[in-house]
């Protein structure tokens, strides 16, 4: 259906799944908005092929005035969702969920902050508690900073983009910034990230200390993390075969309550320190052959564990007598 004839029926809904027509097109926007004249009562919305949505007509801007109701938004398959929409973010300031699924040509900002007007003073999405990106394998590096210096997403690739600048067409790493490490403006309030399948992100930077959930899957040139997630609750990486390191975001790692490692073939080693891991019930270790030994602090958490899969070599390590665990549960079988 286009968005012209289901126009009339959006107004009484609260939740929508959209699949824009290829023919509606910027007379659409015009009539569209002509009917839609207030904020509509939606809070989810499945969004798919809207390339109208994000292009440069100024209906389509005053047309997402009208849902700045959302909690919940769903993006996918859209070609024109090559930067991140700033302006977009600044009218869906009840958001609480976001997720962008199979835009290919997905960049990151690049462009010009003179485009962009700054951000309120709450900052951008400033009740987002859940971003995932998925899919999402064309990332281009560009400056992190809005018009007066707050940091926002940065997504970096060696891809590059017609028209893009020669630092750009240049670029050979790929980098996430989800802010600036001083001024977490940008999503302020997050507290779940999952990302999956950016197989050209080598980087995720800035982690706010807001976030209690991170996921990680299938990113293969994943190299590094950093930010302050020093009340994470749960650490899930899975097949990100070039990380390295996991020192740089995670703290004393004190409210840490599950961990999660699969494929990791390049991580070394895990944090450790004196009350690291001490809330730790779930613990899955597979498949990271360069994490040889377990730190002291993780190893003497094992037999406190709720439920633990580890390959057979940390079951065999000696475990260290230093701290003494309350017992959960006792099954006594004849």
């Known amino acids: 259906m286009s968005l012209q004839a289901a126009s009339r029926y959006i107004p009484s809904l609260s939740m929508l799944r959209l699949d824009v027509s290829p023919d509606d097109a910027e007379t659409t926007l015009l009539h569209v908005k002509q009917k839609w004249n207030h904020e509509l009562p939606l809070a989810t919305m ?10 440069s007509h100024s209906n389509a801007l005053a047309l997402w005035a009208c849902f700045a109701r959302l909690v919940d938004l769903t993006i996918w398959d859209c070609d024109a969702l090559v930067y991140w929409p700033e302006n977009v973010f600044q009218v869906l300031v009840s958001l609480r969920e976001l ?11 690049t462009q010009a902050s003179g485009e962009q007007s700054a951000p309120g003073r709450d ?12 899919d999402c394998a064309s990332l281009v590096e560009e400056d992190t900073r809005l018009a007066r210096g707050e940091g926002v997403v940065q997504l970096d690739t060696s891809s590059s983009i ?4 020669s630092r750009e067409a240049t670029t050979s790493t790929a980098v996430l910034k989800l802010s600036s490490a001083a001024n977490h403006r940008f999503l ?30 299938y990113c293969g040139n994943l190299q590094s993390l950093s ?29 840490l309550e599950e961990l ?26 597979t498949h990271c052959d360069g994490v040889k030994s377990l730190p002291p602090s993780l190893q003497s958490r094992l037999g406190c564990l709720e439920e633990k899969v580890l390959d057979a070599r940390y079951e065999d390590l000696p475990e260290p007598k230093t701290r003494k665990c309350a017992m959960r549960s006792l099954a006594c079988l004849k």
Not at 229 to 252: A, M, N, P, W
């Open 46 to 55: 499945w969004l798919g092929r809207c390339d109208l949505l994000f292009s």
């Open 99 to 109: 997720s962008i699924r199979g835009c290919s040509k997905l960049t990151g900002r």
């Open 123 to 134: 900052g951008l999405l400033p009740h987002l508690e859940s971003l995932g990106i998925y």
């Open 162 to 165: 017609p028209g893009s600048s």
């Open 188 to 217: 302020p309030r997050l507290e779940s990230l999952d990302i999956w399948h950016c197989y050209g992100l080598s980087e995720v930077a800035n982690l706010p200390p807001s976030i209690k959930t991170l996921g990680i899957y």
């Open 227 to 255: 930010g302050q997630l020093g009340d994470i609750q749960k650490l899930t990486i899975d097949s990100c075969r070039q990380l390295e390191s996991l020192d740089s975001c995670l703290g004393e790692l004190r409210s």
């Open 260 to 285: 999660e490692l699969y494929g990791c073939k390049s991580l070394v080693s895990l944090p450790d320190g004196p009350q690291a891991y001490s809330s730790l019930r779930v613990l899955w270790i």
